[in-house]
């Protein structure tokens, strides 16, 4: 079992749409977690992060986490074509320890 | 403000071959890391170094190795290239925090034939 996974998609939403990400972990442990996008070619970069059980918005994006359930999600909210990118699930176990990420799910926002 | 510095950009390499990735933070980060990136695998890790002085082995090591020369740089080696080893290369540095986050290279394209 991969330590954190993700459907790889691809994800199709209609614009304006709300895209809806999943990730899960495995590691009890986790203390912080977060969702890069990275476009085709490019480095990722972060979105979102969270680490408190609950929802956290930042404009279009929120992300949900349920630690009970090891469950971390991401709803983007009025979905745009450039919204359309691999976003990456990332968790950390604690301070100073390494990131490990998930495989991505593709996102294709369609007009 | 340059941030997380990787070179070189591209490479092609023959099997066998042996060659240095170098990374270089400005950011005053603890925490450095090298990934790769293959089609449908996301990031894994390969090597990551807590402190100067310290590396830990991450995912995928069989084939690297690493030094962490002083608290700025990260080098990644490979000794004896395989075609296995093509990917795509991400050199990244992060304070020690939960909160934060990753800031990562602009990434090493490798092809070994």
């Known amino acids: 079992q991969k330590e954190v996974e993700q459907n790889s998609g691809p994800l199709s939403v209609p614009e304006g749409a709300i895209a809806s990400l999943n990730c899960t972990y495995s590691d009890r442990g986790s203390q912080s977690f977060f969702w890069y996008r990275q476009y085709s070619g490019k480095s990722p970069e972060l979105i979102m992060f969270?680490?408190?059980?609950g929802d956290k918005e930042d404009g279009r994006f929120t992300a949900q986490l349920n630690k009970a359930s090891q469950y971390v999600s991401l709803l983007i909210r009025d979905s745009q074509p450039s919204d359309s990118a691999t976003y990456l699930c990332a968790v950390r176990a604690g301070t100073a320890s390494k990131l490990t990420f998930g495989t991505g799910t593709r996102l294709q926002v369609t007009l | 403000n340059a941030g997380v510095t990787q070179t070189p950009k591209f490479q092609v390499l023959k099997t066998g071959q042996s060659m240095t990735l170098q990374c270089a933070q400005d950011m005053n980060h603890n925490s450095m890391y090298w990934y790769r990136q293959d089609p449908g695998m996301g990031l894994r890790l390969i090597y990551y170094s807590a402190s100067e002085g310290t590396t830990d082995k991450g995912e995928v090591p069989n084939g690297y190795n690493v030094s962490r020369l002083n608290k700025r740089e990260f080098s990644l080696r490979l000794e004896s290239a395989a075609p296995s080893q093509t990917s795509v290369y991400f050199c990244?540095?992060?304070?020690?925090?939960?909160?934060?986050?990753?800031?990562f290279g602009s990434g090493t394209q490798l092809s070994v034939l």
């Open positions: 969270i680490y408190s059980n």
């Open positions: 990244a540095s992060s304070g020690q925090t939960l909160d934060e986050k990753l800031f």
